[in-house]
């Protein structure tokens, strides 16, 4: 965590004291580092150079304007999934022609914004989808571009939620089926076929995954050769881990760059990655304040105020962040501590049966590497409004977004007549 430190005893982003940032922005907040997006884009780029690769950041982690701004201003082209990130995308001011849309429920209308803007290419998940696109670009009368995303049917041992390259998986085209489907779009007229896609699952921690994966496209791409289908762009999309955990280390990233570059050149195609995790994971943390502390028998509850609307990953793939406080004073260490929200369901947790000092009401903690898949997935349950984003660089923080009004929550509601009649006082 090196853009989160400890400075005599505080814990510092960059060079911001965040104890004292909570005396200007309440909690809960998400907190990012600049300089570590900077850093965790370099290392991708600087390990994949010899290939030039796109380096699409994968929208769905974290579509925060600020976020997507910087890194765009690095480098980033954007794989998005929907109207509204291509939207989010183009107000970066990044070029068209570093954007790719996936997913397996692209709306025609979503399809006809994206002709329009003349992005990259669509990354096409089914042959059925493929037919709309063609036929929008013909209502347009555009040609567009498209790649496949081939489902590989590898397992890359990750938690089931986040698997997407098995033939169980909802996403892409089936392996065996991939090559009579790549023929039949290169039939379409207003397709030009690109490539291939795969996206084997996320938060992926050893490279052999997508050694197994790149040896599986080669043979695709070997057949469509011999049958006149050149392939000019590969993209082996995202899911580098990051080190979640104490003793966890994060994709080795320079490892991975050195066992396939050599055979993405020798393939003579694009290189595209969409990471999204790697990127923001680390850069980001959730500042909550402890509200309450209940002592029991064999266990103790530190009740926060951000919850499972917050961050859910806890709840949702029982995922692990680890939580330090933002003041690290020598203290006696608790055994079975659940750092829990004020959502009323037993899954709004944060952390659960943790070594953890002992804490009182009125610190503040961090839960570290929550800049991906934190902010992205937060709701309104229990009426609770979204919380502010704030972005760190260098010794200057800077509100990205504020926290949601209550009365931005029921903006667009309304009451159907019968029921505003009987609105008096009861
Ligand atoms: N590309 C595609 C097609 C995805 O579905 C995802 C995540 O689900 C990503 C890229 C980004 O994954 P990660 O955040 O693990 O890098």
Not at 78 to 98: H, N, Y
Not at 379 to 395: G, Q, W
């Amino acid at each position: 965590m090196t853009y989160f430190h400890y400075r005599q005893s505080t814990l510092y982003c960059e060079k911001v004291n965040i104890e004292r940032l909570t005396r200007a922005v309440p909690t809960p907040f998400y907190l990012y580092s600049y300089n570590s997006l900077a850093s965790s884009y370099k290392t991708i780029s600087t390990a994949f150079a010899p290939v030039d690769p796109l380096i699409a950041y994968s929208m769905k982690a974290n579509f925060s304007w600020a976020i997507c701004q910087s890194l765009a201003g690095l480098g980033c082209g954007f794989d998005i999934v929907s109207g509204g990130e291509l939207r989010q995308a183009l107000r970066t001011g990044v070029r068209p022609e570093k954007i790719l849309f996936a997913g397996v429920g692209k709306l025609p209308e979503e399809i006809e914004h994206a002709i329009k803007a003349d992005i990259l290419m669509f990354n096409i998940e089914s042959l059925p989808e493929a037919y709309v696109i063609e036929e929008v670009a013909k209502i347009l009368g555009k040609k567009t571009r498209a790649a496949i995303r081939v489902n590989p049917d590898i397992d890359p041992d990750t938690h089931k939620y986040i698997t997407t390259g098995t033939k169980e998986d909802k996403f892409g085209v089936n392996f065996a089926a991939a090559f009579d489907a790549i023929r039949e779009i290169c039939a379409l007229p207003h397709i030009e076929f690109m490539g291939l896609h795969s996206h084997i699952g996320s938060q992926l921690l050893n490279p052999d995954s997508y050694i197994k994966t790149l040896k599986r496209l080669q043979v695709m791409i070997r057949k469509l050769d011999q049958s006149g289908i050149r392939i000019r762009t590969l993209n082996l999309g995202g899911g580098f881990g990051i080190a979640y955990e104490e003793d966890q280390k994060a994709f080795d990233i320079a490892q991975l760059a050195r066992k396939i570059v050599a055979t993405v050149q020798s393939l003579g195609c694009q290189l595209i990655l969409e990471p999204g995790r790697f990127l923001v994971g680390p850069a980001g943390v959730l500042i909550t304040k402890v509200l309450y502390v209940k002592r029991r028998a064999n266990k103790t509850f530190v009740i926060v105020d951000a919850g499972m609307n917050d961050l859910i990953r806890p709840s949702l793939y029982a995922a692990h962040h680890r939580i330090i406080p933002v003041k690290d004073h020598q203290r006696q260490i608790e055994k079975n501590v659940d750092i829990v929200g004020p959502v009323c369901e037993s899954a709004d947790f944060l952390g659960l049966s943790r070594r953890f000092p002992a804490v009182e009401p009125g610190e503040y903690l961090a839960v570290c590497d929550a800049g991906a898949y934190g902010y992205v997935m937060a709701s309104n349950y229990n009426f609770r409004s979204r919380c502010a984003e704030v972005m760190v660089r260098n010794s200057r923080h800077y509100v990205i977004r504020d926290r949601e009004q209550l009365r931005e929550i029921s903006k667009h509601e309304k009451l159907p007549s019968f029921l505003k009649k009987g609105q008096k006082k009861r």
